[in-house]
């Protein structure tokens, strides 16, 4: 494997090798262990250089098992990041942003959902995008991403 050992503590190392390996239960007796962002992060370095879709997998049964936002936002991180090459990674990464919306409507995830409505495969059509820049202004009355959707219009 190619993938920056030399930066990585011997528990990152473990943590990484037994997901690769399929090793869930593993891997997750060493999250309890391990600082969230440090979790993250080790995640995205491997996807970014071994191109790995079992820690998509992985990220995916800790959201199943915890129901915990954190790993909602790893998921969407690697598909719209390391994993994003893979045919269906938009529309899944869009699936999962729904998901986190319905979870909790928040500021960061209408701004996130809306990202989607820009990307040129066409996820999302105006009336969604709409509707949820709507939304975001409802809670932030001066936010830039919502007030710059709604001004799309004439355009879309």
């Known amino acids: 494997l190619n993938i920056h050992w030399r930066e990585m503590s011997e528990m990152e190392k473990k943590f990484v090798k037994y ?58 991180d690697l598909l719209l990041g390391p994993l994003a090459f893979y045919e269906g990674a938009y529309h899944a990464a869009y699936y999962y942003s729904r998901l986190a919306l319905k979870i909790q409507n928040s500021i960061g995830n209408l701004e996130r959902i809306l990202f989607f409505y820009g990307l040129p495969e066409r996820i999302m059509d105006y009336s969604h995008a709409k509707e949820y820049a709507e939304l975001l202004l409802t809670m932030d009355k001066n936010n830039k991403t919502a007030k710059m959707i709604l001004g799309l219009n004439a355009s879309r």
């Open 19 to 76: 997901i690769l390996d399929g090793q869930f239960d593993f891997a997750k007796g060493l999250c309890k262990d391990m600082d969230r962002n440090l979790i993250r992060d080790t995640i995205i370095i491997c996807a970014n250089d071994t191109e790995n879709v079992t820690l998509l997998l992985f990220a995916q049964d800790m959201f199943k098992t915890t129901q915990d936002m954190f790993w909602l936002d790893v998921l969407i």
